[in-house]
């Protein structure tokens, strides 16, 4: 959300015989060009010392206390960073940059008030920028302030949706994504689930989004879309641990509870619990024996948890129910691989390579057609 570029500003250095710089003056506007070159470099903690050093000795030297106050942000030491940029701001009321940080310094700090004073300011110096105006809009949001939000939130999108910008769209997926929180928060459901599907719609493969339209369905009562929504969050993000546990909870209130434990297991099982998750598999499998999916994660889990004779049995099991499920032989490769029983896991790739071979045929389109 509060997101900057560090960015130096050319500094005029001063000629003696003209300006007659002070010998203070003079070794603060070198510590400052030193700086900008250890910031290139990446030597962050080295810029800050020579800028430190800079500000000391010539206390009047706005554009060093600005380049500080960056790196104070950047490195989350948002009270210095106001220390600094607050100056800057005060001795000159049109620098856009030190008021707009200054927003976000307070913004981190959870000092939304203060925040939305400075967005304000900075707002008022440059209208058309667009992460002003959004982060503007998350603090109004932080501090429940939500028509000024949506105005703020609307006006980034307006202006997102007039960008030539590459980077337009992945901020508008963005701003969707925010307003619906929003509009989340004030509890106005329909209109977040509204504005999640246009973060979808963008972004596909928007996982938290999924996600989120998950929740707001099911604070709505609709538990079966809200079951649909979450299995899309993990399609989109495998490892999605909170989803899967989510769905967990909603496929049992549904009465699927096979399908609770098995979703349940997967959540302890993506945190390192594996015997968790073994023993909800099974609970699964107590409930519906022929519930392959189940199957084959209590065969993952056994993997795991280097059980290998209880995987191979699993991963087995899997295979007699299902033949051509060609994960399933892939896992069995593995794990004779890992027992070193070679003639077994050449006999499952084996397996694995006819199976895709048949696969690919029944997926490859016919190039010969009748004239």
Not at 103 to 109: L, R, V
Not at 150 to 157: D, G, K, N, P, S
Not at 320 to 332: C, H, M, S, V
Request: proline residues 2%.
């Amino acid at each position: 959300m509060h997101k900057t570029t560090t960015a130096f500003f050319a500094v005029f250095i001063c000629a003696v015989a003209l300006s007659g710089c002070s010998d203070d003056e003079k070794t603060a506007q070198d510590l400052y060009i030193r700086s900008t070159q250890d910031v290139k470099n990446g030597y962050t903690d080295s810029a800050e010392i020579k800028l430190e050093k800079a500000v000391s000795l010539n206390p009047e030297f706005t554009t060093a206390k600005l380049a500080l106050g960056e790196i104070k942000y950047s490195a989350g030491k948002y009270n210095e960073a106001i220390s600094a940029l607050q100056e800057v701001a005060e001795s000159d009321t049109a620098n856009y940059s030190a008021i707009y940080l200054l927003a976000n310094s307070y913004a981190k700090k959870g000092e939304y008030a203060k925040a939305t004073e400075h967005y304000s300011r900075a707002i008022k110096l440059r209208p058309d920028s667009v992460l002003a105006y959004n982060n503007f809009a998350a603090a109004l949001t932080a501090l429940n302030r939500f028509d000024e939000a949506f105005a703020a939130y609307q006006t980034v999108i307006s202006m997102l949706m007039k960008s030539s910008d590459p980077s337009a769209k992945t901020m508008l997926v963005t701003a969707y994504f925010d307003v619906a929180t929003a509009l989340g928060r004030k509890g106005d459901y329909k209109k977040a689930l509204e504005a999640y599907q246009t973060a979808i719609m963008l972004k596909p493969d928007f996982a938290e989004a999924y996600y989120y339209l998950g929740i707001t369905y099911y604070n709505l009562g609709d538990l079966k879309s809200a079951a649909a929504a979450l299995s899309g969050a993990t399609r989109a993000k495998p490892d999605f641990a909170r989803a899967y546990n989510d769905l967990g909870i909603i496929c049992g209130k549904l009465g699927d509870s096979a399908a609770c434990f098995n979703y349940l297991g997967m959540t302890e099982v993506l945190q390192g619990k594996f015997a968790d998750g073994i023993d909800l598999y099974q609970k699964a499998l107590a409930r519906k024996p022929n519930f392959v999916e189940a199957q084959f994660n209590l065969g993952l889990a056994y993997g795991y948890a280097d059980k290998l004779r209880e995987a191979e049995k699993a991963f087995l099991a899997v295979t007699a129910a299902k033949p051509d499920y060609i994960d399933a032989y892939l896992q069995l490769q593995t794990i004779y691989s890992r027992l070193g029983e070679k003639e077994k896991a050449d006999f499952a790739q084996r397996k694995s390579l006819e199976l895709g071979y048949k696969l690919s045929k029944k997926l490859r389109p016919n190039t010969f057609k009748m004239q």
